[in-house]
């Protein structure tokens, strides 16, 4: 079983969406979460099923802003428990008989004057369910300054805030494999930033029913965020070491050369760079 969270930054887009296909398609999830889809249900019924999705259920932006879509696969039992603008709770589990655990996809609010109230949502959100629990998202905040490059330094109150707020919240820091700034702007500009605003955290009890559970981030083109692919149950198989492998839907936009290079360079990937030829938002 595996989930998938992504700020997809709007589904309007033919290509968005076809890079969304490719994704399920190489990633295979069982939970989708997505952020700011800048549509509502109407136009996400016929995305759904294009990627072959059994459910859905959908928080509409409003006008070309904010909106949130939680799909899943037939045979996943998916219970919503609330939801608002900025998150989708769920208890959910991968059949019938098994044991339930608890999903929130969870969108922080993008003004720093609003970030309290996302940190108040997710302490309320603490007490209401006692259930393993793991939150996947965009939050839109950096539990430390390293998490941020370029810019002006993140304010103390801001990191301090959310970290607090996580603590408070009986939850933990998941880390995830991949190139961890997932958020970018104005690339290839003196004023470049780059964050890490989206990220997985989790409960004590989660990480005990899922030991094995794994998380990467995966390098697309058709947003200015990076999808998170957490693996919750893993295939039971015998796995090699894991090795680099090429994503066919890199190929659908002509900047994933220039992404995938970067990425590498400014990440401990360098040596597979040279081994293949060397080949908007503040916070």
Not at 64 to 74: D, V
Not at 90 to 107: P, Q
């Amino acid at each position: 079983m595996s989930c998938l969270s992504w700020n997809c930054r709007g589904l309007g887009n033919p290509s968005t969406v076809q890079v969304l296909v490719d994704l399920i398609h190489s990633k295979k999830p069982n939970i989708v979460f997505l952020i700011e889809t800048f549509v509502g249900l109407r136009r996400l019924q016929p995305i759904k099923q294009r990627l072959g999705y059994a459910g859905l259920f959908s928080v509409d932006s409003i006008g070309h802003r904010g909106g949130l879509a939680l799909l899943w696969k037939e045979g996943t039992e998916v219970d919503i428990k609330s939801f608002s603008a900025n998150h989708i709770d769920a208890e959910v589990c991968l059949s019938s008989g098994d044991l339930k655990w608890r999903f929130t996809g969870f969108y922080g609010c993008p003004e720093r004057v609003r970030r309290s109230e996302s940190w108040n949502l997710l302490k309320q959100l603490a007490v209401r369910n006692s259930l393993p629990w793991v939150v996947l998202g965009d939050f839109n905040d950096i539990l430390y300054p390293n998490e941020k490059r370029g810019g002006n330094p993140q304010p103390r109150r801001l990191i301090e805030g959310f970290s607090d707020t996580v603590e408070t919240s009986g939850l933990r820091d998941f880390k995830f494999e991949g190139y961890q700034y997932t958020w970018e702007q104005s690339k290839g500009t003196p004023n470049w930033v780059e964050a890490k605003l989206d990220r997985i955290l989790t409960s004590d009890t989660w990480c005990e029913l899922f030991p094995s559970a794994k998380a990467t981030s995966v390098i697309v083109s058709k947003s200015d965020h990076l999808p998170l692919f957490l693996e919750v149950l893993p295939n039971n198989n015998h796995r090699q070491k894991a090795r680099f492998k090429f994503e066919n839907l890199w190929l659908r936009d002509n900047t994933s050369r220039e992404i995938m290079i970067e990425s590498w360079s400014r990440s401990s990937g360098l040596h597979l760079m040279d081994r293949i030829g060397r080949c908007g938002k503040a916070i």
